[in-house]
Nanobody, 112 residues
Framework: QVQLVESGGGLVQPGGSLTLTCRAS????????TNWYRQRLGKSRELVIR????????TYLDSVEGRFFMSRDIAKNEVYLQMTSLEPEDTAVYYC?????WGQGTQVTVSS
């Protein structure tokens, strides 16, 4: 059974950095487009950033442009969301999505 698992969330101070990891079982992430979504409290889930199967990346949220980056390690079958200069407004549950599959989400809290 396909399973996506996110990890790396936590509590970080404003201005800090975190890297989230998305791992998949039973298939190769790099064969498909991978998306990172987030859902802030009381808000709908929003697409943050996308990596296409060939590796190109598109950022969909203006507020994270230049601060959030995606990368991957094909050998490890992992995709990463590198978040820098974090702001309290980035507090959310972050989800990995690939080929219609979703992870369970990982909480990121930005607070002093």
């Amino acid at each position: 059974q396909v399973q996506l698992v996110e990890s790396g969330g936590g509590l970080v101070q404003p201005g800090g950095s975190l890297t989230l990891t998305c791992r998949a079982s039973d298939y190769r992430l790099s064969d498909y487009t991978t998306n990172w979504y987030r859902q802030r409290l009381g808000k709908s889930r929003e697409l943050v950033i996308r990596m296409y199967n060939k590796g190109a990346v598109t950022t969909y949220l203006d507020s994270v442009e230049g601060r959030f980056f995606m990368s991957r390690d094909i050998a490890k079958n992992e995709v990463y969301l590198q978040m820098t200069s974090l702001e309290p407004e980035d507090t959310a549950v972050y989800y990995c999505n690939n080929d219609g599959w979703w992870g369970q989400g990982t909480q990121v809290t930005v607070s002093s």
